[in-house]
């Protein structure tokens, strides 16, 4: 199973590629974020090359009073998580270091430049390496502890076409906040929404598939 899904992503690479950005410009499109032409890019040899849209970003340090109230409105929120969440401080210790990072390279950097196509690229070639590993990750939660090994098979299926289309929808969604708030929030959303994202849809599915299986085996609970 994971040989033929690795090998049917590879062979389908840049379709594949085509068929994300495709989802991603149509969110974008109906969001009304605007686009500045179109750019080829180059995310792995052998999958081809890749047409991304090129979208503009806000320039931070042209606007130091809405970068400075961005910054603060997000620490305030992080703030605010820190003590309501006992649970997830360290994480959301650490989402507060890549914020205070980020501003300090918007505020003492000037030379430091990122737009979406890059932010779109280094992105597009973390999801190829994800899509490539998926199935061998399903292989081992899915076929490994399903009793059927159909069943197995089609839940890594569902998972790999799930990534895909939500990889596309995210990718939108950075891009759109990228559009508006500048490079501020670009360690955090690379962070939250990349591929800590796809681990967490991962056992998402899998605590899905497992508990169908229990039930299937041992019975539903009585109530």
């Not at 090998?7 to 994300?20: I, N, Q």
């Not at 495709?22 to 090359?49: D, Y």
């Not at 994480?91 to 918007?106: K, N, P």
């Amino acid at each position: 199973m994971a040989c033929v899904l690795s090998a049917a992503v590879f062979h389908s690479g840049t379709r594949l590629l085509d068929a994300h950005n495709r989802i991603s410009w149509f969110i974008l499109k109906c969001t009304s974020v605007p686009t500045a032409g179109e750019r080829t890019i180059e995310v792995f040899p052998g999958l081809g090359p890749v047409t991304v849209k090129d979208v503009p970003l806000k320039a931070d340090r042209e606007s130091p009073l809405r970068t400075g109230i961005l910054f603060a409105a997000a620490l305030s929120a992080l703030i605010f998580s820190h003590r309501r969440f006992p649970l997830g401080r360290n994480f959301v210790v650490f989402l507060m270091i890549l914020l205070c990072a980020s501003g300090i390279v918007v505020l003492f950097v000037p030379s430091f430049y990122f737009d979406a196509v890059m932010y779109a690229q280094i992105w597009l070639r973390g999801e190829v390496l994800v899509w490539l590993l998926l199935p061998w990750v399903s292989a081992l939660l899915f076929v490994l502890t399903l009793p059927s090994m159909a069943s197995g098979f089609l839940w890594g299926v569902l998972v790999e076409c799930y990534v895909v289309a939500w990889s596309a929808l995210r990718l939108a969604f950075c891009l759109g906040v990228l559009h508006y708030t500048g490079i501020l929030f670009l360690p955090l959303l690379w962070f939250v929404l990349g591929i800590l994202f796809d681990l967490v849809i991962i056992l998402f599915f899998y605590s899905l598939a497992l508990e169908q299986s229990i039930k299937r085996t041992m019975g539903g609970r009585r109530s």
